[in-house]
Every structure is written in structure tokens, then in C-alpha cells.
């Protein structure tokens, strides 16, 4: 017999819920209620999206700026590789600077062969495997690069200028940990 609760009493009421919380079907739903995750935050909600969504608003911002700044005909990759030459010296091959700017074989390849082209990397064989390649910077990349550095000095010295120093060294930590992770994650 079915529940009319505005006919029953408060003790069958009770009993009449009771009965029904405790029947298989509804016992069986409450367990995959209690299994199912609480309700997601919306991505654009949580704080690592956040984050990462305002690094890629800063790279794109930062990169835009940077090609408005440089000398013309030099590409942000490009600037990227002089920098990397003057950060850490030496000579290394295509495929271990693909590696670390997380890029093809093949556009480093091409980012290369236009910096060789302006003489600002020289490409040579290896010499223990005439099949490799070695690059190294050459003075005209390290002028060029130097170029470049003084012709975005104005915006870096805005950047500078908004910001204070202990608002820059509390960033860091945080990022560099970030930087991190994700490089011995990927």
C-alpha cells in the first residue's frame, strides 16, 4: 500500500520513510551517491587553470612585445636561441636545443638555417660524427642578441618600474618550483 503522508500519523510517517530509505533501489542509489565525487568546480574556477591561463596571457603578451621590439627580421625563437647561447656558452647539436625549447627536429632546423643565414650561429659537423651537427653563437649573434637586449631595455625598465623588487622576489620561488615541475614532468 502506497504512503498518503496527509492521512498518516506522525509514528507511521516515520516508519512509512523508514521502510522505503532502507529498500534495496534506494539503499543501492545512496551508495552511488556517496561513491560519485562532489560536484566539480567549473575549470575556468579552479586556481591551477588560473594560473596557467595568466602565464599564457603573459607569454603571448610578452612575446608580441618582444617582436615589436627587436630588430627587425629576428623572430622571438631566434632571440630565444642567441639567448640561451650567451646564458650557457659552448656549442650544442639541433637536436639537443629542439630538446630544450620543447620544438621539432625540424623547426629548430629552420630556426637555425635563418640564424646561420644573418651569420649569427655558425653550424659545423661534429667531429666525432660527421653525420651530426654542431651550433655554436658566433660575435655577430652575441652583438645581435646584445641589440635586441637594448631595444626592449625601455620596456623592461617599465616593468621594472610598476612593480617592486619584493613583489618580483615573492613571484619567483613559486615559478621557479612551477618551471620545475612541469620540466621534469613533460
Do not use: C
Amino acid at each position: 500500500m502506497a504512503f498518503n503522508p496527509a492521512s498518516a500519523t506522525p509514528a507511521a510517517a516515520e516508519t512509512a520513510a523508514g521502510d522505503w530509505a532502507e529498500s534495496p533501489a534506494v539503499l543501492a542509489l545512496s551508495d552511488a551517491r556517496l561513491a560519485r565525487p562532489a560536484p566539480m568546480t567549473a575549470a575556468k574556477d579552479r586556481l591551477d587553470v588560473q594560473l596557467l591561463t595568466e602565464i599564457g596571457i603573459i607569454n603571448q603578451l610578452s612575446v608580441t612585445l618582444m617582436e615589436r621590439t627587436i630588430p627587425a627580421g629576428m623572430s622571438a625563437a631566434q632571440f630565444g636561441v642567441l639567448s640561451h647561447f650567451v646564458r650557457r656558452g659552448g656549442e650544442e647539436s639541433p637536436a639537443q636545443l629542439a630538446g630544450a625549447f620543447q620544438v621539432t627536429k625540424g623547426a629548430m632546423t629552420n630556426t637555425l638555417q635563418r640564424l646561420e643565414a644573418q651569420g649569427f650561429v655558425k653550424i659545423l659537423g661534429d667531429a666525432a660524427d660527421g653525420r651530426k651537427k654542431r651550433v655554436s653563437l658566433t660575435p655577430e649573434g652575441a652583438r645581435a642578441y646584445d641589440t635586441a637586449v637594448m631595444a626592449m631595455r625601455p620596456h623592461m625598465e617599465a616593468l621594472r618600474g610598476a612593480f617592486t623588487d619584493a613583489e618580483f622576489a615573492a613571484a619567483l620561488p613559486f615559478l621557479k618550483a612551477l618551471r620545475i615541475w612541469l620540466d621534469e614532468n613533460r
